[in-house]
């Protein structure tokens, strides 16, 4: 219906938006295998898989995987029963109460990662809990179950409410009525909140640099390595994480597409 | 309450209140009065405490307001973070808008999913790049000299100029994604129907489009505004010496001046900001805080 | 097994909205009993009171003469069927079946032979293995009701569960519930809009409107001596005249309205004087020899006439007026009437009731 004009400035505009979006991870990749000491595409030096075994020596990448590992699932053993069980109470409560708790849940998602950083570090040091790797993974999940409970909400309120109506008539308790008909139901969306959790908590820097006290995260450890010292071997790191988070969002976006169907 | 109940039984419902307590309550709501109660106290020797000088005091907040260097960087961020928005919008709006009238489905499933990918990656990383890509002599300044644009290479990182172009980059999706769903509502023949009146391109965006995606806009705008004011990462990377971001000074206080009471007022202060712009934005687009969530 | 109900002045609430108004009723033990009326009658209401999963604001329902009060639906006796029958998508029909079964801990072996066998008696022994979306309508309905069944309930609860299927199948499953009911000799509780359904199925119905009991009695009874304008206008067809009741005898009244004076039978509480609706149904409104014969007669100019097969609606009446309708047999003369021909109705005073006015059923 545009006119064609229009069409071709259109296509022009999106192919520079879509080199404006890739051209970076390109320049990110392309750099891990340049055989410079500093970082870039130019001048080129050569190939090299050098930075790559540097990585892979390196036990202070290590460990900070471990630590990011740890928390990530933390917080996915923290976050997902919470934004569930929060999710499931805001679903059967109506009026101003409803639109309280909803704002206060929603809230964290606005607030600066460095504020739920820093509140989280004053609140627990007041009450004589140092910093460390756990208050990280407290302040994360302040915000990661809002995520979850928003996406245990979507699916909720498209869940017939006769089913647990059904259930309990035929005899099962509560509880039985959420193991066996509820959770089933919430199955994929609980699977899919838990890998976004961990992703979000694995990403997170701004909330973990104020709470980390001494320990080193993946992020932590690429901004330190940036600010300091920056060597290729932070470009094949990031290769590393392209490939792993590429695969990820292909995955969830097929899984996606399957399960919006159901 | 007793609609929970009978849903749900006593068991669950306790479960249920109790986790929705102890977010909100020990991870949310208390943290936050706890930080501003702690931006009245004064920094204090551990002797000290609990003596008369271990008084709630304003003192925090007068010091910053007095920091005319400090004040200039929080204007600095206010006014950076506003144009990295304005900026996020403007390149967002083509791309929203093909993806909601023009794009057939295919071509809005791959474009969507090439618009997660690079937002999937760490904030840190794509950052990252774009200091690579803007170096002195990195490879922007390489192709455009090679291609004759340019005779010698250009300082691209100066001033706020790399943290705004980074900060545009790493918050476009914030922008593309609640533009693109407004849009998306819009009804196909409103759009015939101005054209059929002989509309002008550029009227039909200003007064039938644009109007209605103002709730989308008004999302996007939220999400990169608060985003942008509140990231450490893109102007520790990609910020010119000298030019420093609220929360670098933020992070100072903190790991650098050990004095936390005042780190707190100045965070006090970035929250407060991003809490007005939040409530203006809402109140002048009239949305709500069940469109910002989706 | 089967047990009986005992509605105490039940009355239920919602804000100011009162759904259901004092209503007392007792449905006997092995009863096929149903609440009929139009949507929002209180009907659902009070089907979800006895099942649990509402309280009554004020009244006591007792299962059994057990008093229901904060029993939660999961202890009650009873099983419901659903209107969208809420069959667990997830689970292959005998787990279905069997779910009742599993969550009062009975083992697997056990409850997968005990769903067989409820699925050979509602004739779906081969699909006990198949997802409930692989099923057609009329087998999910089976479905739903062995599951029910599974638990052995006293009373079974219906909640117009044939209204999604086609005519046919729907006229089927009357049969085939009617047949459960009969073997099984639980209670059945059973609601609908459908007259048709609640008249051929039910021992006893109840008529509601607006929260509000209209009447309770066997089928012919809500056919032929309805007990109020409602009842009268909601179940089956009727010739509707006002008017006010100027003598009265015995059962017997005089009724002077527009189109005349008429002398009917009397219904519960209408006194000489009282502004009062008097009923005819259209197969008591004769044509012909019979009318000239009836006490009562009208005369109207023929309207129109509606073929229906093995009997003719006859409408008559002048324009701005609701047509008067008799209902005779097939009759080759009645079909070749023009529009405007002078016409004589009648019928005997007998088949004519007067009722005190009140509420009447829309169209």
Redesign the interface.
């Known amino acids: 219906m545009e006119s064609r004009l229009t069409r071709i400035i259109v296509k022009i505009y999106l192919i520079v938006f879509l080199l404006y979006l890739f051209a970076p991870l390109f320049v990110m990749v392309i750099a891990a295998f340049n055989d410079s000491k500093f970082p870039t595409v130019m001048p080129w030096k050569g190939w090299t898989t050098r930075w790559f075994e540097d990585l892979w020596a390196d036990d202070r990448m290590w460990g900070a995987v471990g630590n990011s590992i740890l928390v990530g699932l933390a917080v996915v053993i923290i976050a997902v029963p919470i934004g569930t069980l929060a999710a499931l109470l805001l679903d059967s409560i109506r009026g101003r109460t409803r639109s309280f708790l909803y704002g206060l849940m929603v809230a964290p998602l606005l607030v600066p990662g460095i504020i739920i950083g820093i509140s989280t570090l004053i609140f627990w040091n007041r009450i004589g809990v140092p910093s460390g790797l756990h208050l990280s993974t407290v302040g994360q999940c302040s915000f990661i179950c809002s995520y979850v409970m928003l996406m245990v909400l979507a699916r909720l309120q498209r869940m017939?409410r006769?089913?647990e109506?059904?259930?309990?008539?035929?005899?099962?308790?509560?509880l039985?009525t959420l193991r066996?008909?509820v959770l089933?139901?919430l199955r994929t969306a609980l699977l899919t909140a838990a890998v976004l959790a961990f992703f979000q908590s694995f990403e997170n820097f701004n909330t973990t640099l104020f709470t980390r006290g001494g320990a080193t995260t993946v992020t932590i450890f690429i901004a330190s390595r940036i600010r300091t010292g920056v060597t290729p071997e932070v470009n094949a790191l990031g290769l590393v994480l392209i490939t792993i988070t590429v695969a990820a969002a292909v995955i969830y976006t097929i899984r996606k597409k399957n399960t919006a169907a159901v | 309450m007793k609609a929970v109940l009978?849903r749900y039984?006593t068991t669950l419902t306790g479960m249920m209140v109790l986790a929705t307590f102890i977010w909100l309550a020990v991870m949310v709501v208390l943290p936050y009065l706890v930080m501003v109660e702690f931006s009245f106290r004064p920094n204090l020797l551990p002797a000290d405490l609990g003596t008369e000088k271990d008084h709630l005091t304003a003192d925090n907040y007068g010091t910053l307001f007095r920091n005319t260097i400090h004040i200039n960087v929080f204007i600095r961020t206010i006014w950076g973070s506003a144009l990295a928005t304005f900026l996020c919008l403007c390149v967002s709006y083509p791309v929203a808008y093909f993806l909601a009238k023009m794009a057939t489905a295919k071509q809005a499933a791959v474009l969507l999913l090439l618009l997660v990918i690079p937002f999937w990656i760490n904030e840190i990383l794509r950052t990252f790049a774009w200091f690579i890509i803007l170096a002195y002599n990195g490879p922007l300044n390489g192709v455009l000299q090679m291609f004759g644009f340019i005779d010698k290479p250009i300082r691209w990182i100066y001033g706020s100029n790399g943290v705004i172009a980074g900060m545009v980059y790493a918050y476009i999706v914030f922008m593309v994604f609640p533009v693109y769903n407004a849009i998306e509502t819009l009804d196909r023949n409103q759009i015939e129907a101005a054209r059929d009146l002989g509309a002008s391109l550029w009227r039909i965006h200003a007064r039938v489009v644009l109007p209605h995606a103002k709730p989308g806009i008004a999302v996007g705008c939220i999400m990169v505004f608060t985003a942008a004011a509140g990231s450490y990462i893109v102007p520790a990377i990609l910020g010119a010496p000298g030019t420093r971001w609220f929360t670098e000074i933020i992070y100072q206080w903190f790991f650098e001046g050990q004095n936390w009471q005042q780190g707190s007022a100045y965070a006090f202060l970035l929250l407060a900001l991003c809490i007005a712009f939040v409530m203006g934005m809402m109140r002048v687009f009239k949305v709500g805080l069940a469109d910002i969530a989706k | 097994m089967s047990q009986d109900i005992a509605l105490e002045t039940v009355t239920k609430k919602f804000g100011d909205f009162t759904a259901v108004r004092e209503v007392a009723l007792n449905i006997r033990a092995g009863e096929f009993f149903s609440f009929l009326g139009p949507s929002g009658c209180g009907k659902t209401t009070i089907l979800r009171m006895i099942?649990?999963?509402?309280e009554p604001t004020q009244g006591v329902i007792r299962i059994g003469g057990q008093d229901m009060r904060g029993i939660?639906?999961?202890?009650r006796p009873?099983?419901?069927i659903?209107?969208?029958l809420?069959?667990?998508?997830?689970m292959p029909v005998w787990q279905n079946v069997a779910?009742?079964l599993?969550?009062?801990g009975v083992a697997k072996a056990v409850r997968r032979k005990k769903a067989e066998e409820l699925l050979a008696t509602v004739e779906l022994a081969d699909s006990a293995g198949k997802m409930v979306s692989d099923l057609s309508g009329g087998q999910r309905q089976r479905v739903a009701i062995a599951?029910?069944l599974?638990?052995e309930p006293q009373v079974m609860l219906l909640d117009e569960p044939l209204s999604a299927l086609d005519l046919k199948l729907r006229q089927h499953m009357r049969a085939e519930l009617r047949r459960i009911q009969k073997r099984t000799g639980v209670t059945f509780v059973y609601i609908t809009h459908d007259q048709g359904e609640a008249l051929t199925m039910s021992d006893r119905v109840a008529v509601m409107s607006q929260g509000v009991l209209q009447q309770v009695a066997v089928p012919m009874d809500i056919y032929n001596d309805p007990a109020t304008a409602f009842v009268a206008s909601f179940v089956g067809e009727s010739n509707v005249f006002a008017g006010r009741v100027t003598e009265t005898e015995g059962g017997t009244g005089r009724i002077e309205t527009e189109a005349g004076s008429f002398v009917a039978r009397l219904g519960a509480g209408v006194s000489r004087g009282d502004q009062a609706l008097l009923f005819v149904r259209p197969e008591q409104m004769h044509l012909g020899a019979a009318a000239e014969a009836a006490l009562n007669r009208i005369h109207a100019p023929f309207s129109h006439a509606e073929f229906e097969g093995n009997f003719v609606n006859v409408f008559c009446g002048t324009d701005g007026h609701k047509p008067l309708m008799s209902q005779t047999r097939s009759d080759p003369g009645v079909l070749a009437l023009t529009p405007g021909a002078p016409m004589t109705l009648g019928f005997e005073s007998a088949d004519g009731v007067i009722l005190p006015a009140g509420e009447l059923a829309r169209e």
């Not at chain 3, 939660?72 to 202890?75: D, F, I, Q, T, V």
Request: proline residues 6%.
């Open positions: 017939d006769s089913l109506e059904a259930a309990l008539d035929l005899g099962a308790t509560h039985q066996l008909i089933p139901y | 009978s039984g | 099942s649990g999963f509402i939660g639906p999961n202890k009873t099983a419901l659903f209107q969208n809420a069959l667990f998508p997830l779910f009742g599993e969550v009062r599951r029910a599974a638990v």
